[in-house]
Nanobody, 116 residues
Framework: QVQLVESGGGLVQPGGSLRLSCAAS??????????MGWYRQAPGKQRELVAR???????VYTDSVKGRFTISRDNAKNTVTLQMNSLKPEDTAVYYC????????WGQGTRVTVSS
């Protein structure tokens, strides 16, 4: 079963930054073959895809995070990162990484709280 381990979340003030990391293991094929994404789920809301990076390194972001978040990947280490700058209270959520489309299993996520 795929294992996804997210880390790097925490409490940050509005305008602050966080860097999230995700380590993937036990994936069926080479990590480099997968489109990877960062998702988030805010309280009372559905999980949404906020950033994705394809096998060529091209990135796509949801409008609400454009210009503030940057997704990157290291295929040699099977990792995906999300650099989050200029954080806003509405970015508060549990953040997950997964493929796009997602593997059946999800990691535990990492909680990001943006609050003064």
């Amino acid at each position: 079963q795929v294992q996804l381990v997210e880390s790097g979340g925490g409490l940050v003030q509005p305008g602050g930054s966080l860097r999230l990391s995700c380590a993937a293991s036990r994936i069926p094929f080479m990590f480099s073959r997968y489109v990877m994404g960062w998702y988030r789920q805010a309280p009372g809301k559905q999980r949404e895809l906020v950033a994705r990076i394809n096998t060529s390194g091209n990135t796509v972001y949801t409008d609400s995070v454009k210009g503030r978040f940057t997704i990157s990947r290291d295929n040699a280490k099977n990792t995906v990162t999300l650099q989050m700058n200029s954080l806003k209270p509405e970015d508060t959520a549990v953040y997950y990484c997964n493929a796009d489309p997602a593997f059946r299993g999800w990691g535990q996520g990492t909680r990001v709280t943006v609050s003064s």
